[in-house]
């Protein structure tokens, strides 16, 4: 059947979650992804937006757990007001 050797083909790709080692189960990683899909979407190339999503991570820019989401306070430097 055309349809199971399509769907074959699919679950045998790796996903930019899986090349950049998030798992996507985490509560930590669902935010890192959130950011790589934006950086994915936009009219960059797929290495790019990998090599900034690196860059990002190795600068510290990103959370590094669900602790850090929702637990500040208005006016701290993580609240975004």
């Not at 045998?12 to 979407?41: C, H, M, N, P």
């Not at 989401?69 to 609240?79: A, E, H, K, M």
Request: charged share 20%; hydrophobic share 40%; no cysteine.
């Amino acid at each position: 059947m055309l349809g199971s050797q399509v769907k074959e083909k699919l679950l045998g790709l790796t996903t930019y979650s899986q090349e950049l080692g998030l798992d996507l189960l985490k509560v930590e990683d669902r935010f890192k992804w959130f950011l790589a899909s934006i950086l994915f979407a936009k009219r960059i190339s797929a290495r790019m937006a990998m090599a900034t999503f690196k860059e990002f991570e190795n600068a510290g820019l990103l959370l590094g757990g669900s602790s850090e989401i929702g637990n500040s306070s208005p006016g701290s430097p993580t609240s975004g007001y």
